[in-house]
């Protein structure tokens, strides 16, 4: 069996790898939104490593530490291990690690992915292991200038 060592250094060969908390932030806002999510969705905190596999779609970010967010909007508290990976493609982020949700209990986030039905708002959907999960309003993770952009149009 291969060690954790080497299976990490596979998901990442071919990786673009950028370094440093500016250029990673620029690097993760792009990302999200050419996979159709809002900005405010991943929320990370001093940002030292990113990288992507565009071959696999596998995705990581580091930070400095482990950060916790509360998003007002759900009423959910969110911790974000110091690496976030997930293997994206347009509209999903699978296969995720390093992102628990609470509300009751701290429970592991696996899966975020964006649905969209005919005069219906648009929604977030996030899942865990044991495949349920709950939806919430896409806007909820929008920050201020995409809230601001989106009255525009």
């Known amino acids: 069996m291969a060690s954790k060592k080497a299976q990490v250094e596979d998901q ?3 990786a673009e790898i950028i370094h440093g908390a500016h250029e ?4 993760s806002v792009t990302q999200l939104k050419e996979l159709g999510f809002p900005r405010g969705v991943l929320p990370l905190k001093d940002l030292e490593e990113c990288g992507i596999v565009r071959e696999t ?3 990581w970010m580091k ?3 482990p950060y916790e967010h509360f998003f007002e909007a759900t009423n959910t508290l969110v911790r974000y291990d110091r690496e976030v990976t997930a293997y994206v493609e347009e509209g999903k ?3 995720m690690s390093g992102v628990k949700s609470k509300q009751l209990l701290w429970v ?3 899966e975020m992915s964006i649905h969209e039905e005919v005069g219906a708002e648009k929604k977030i959907y996030f899942k865990t292991p044991v495949g349920i999960g709950r939806s919430f309003p ?3 993770f929008m920050d ?3 809230k601001k952009k989106q009255c525009l149009e």
């Open 93 to 95: 982020m699978k296969k």
């Open 138 to 140: 896409f806007v909820a």
């Open 12 to 14: 990442r060969a071919g």
């Open 144 to 146: 201020e200038e995409e």
């Open 63 to 65: 930070q400095i530490a």
């Open 57 to 59: 779609g596998f995705v």
């Open 108 to 110: 592991p986030i696996v």
């Open 24 to 27: 990673c932030y620029n690097h």
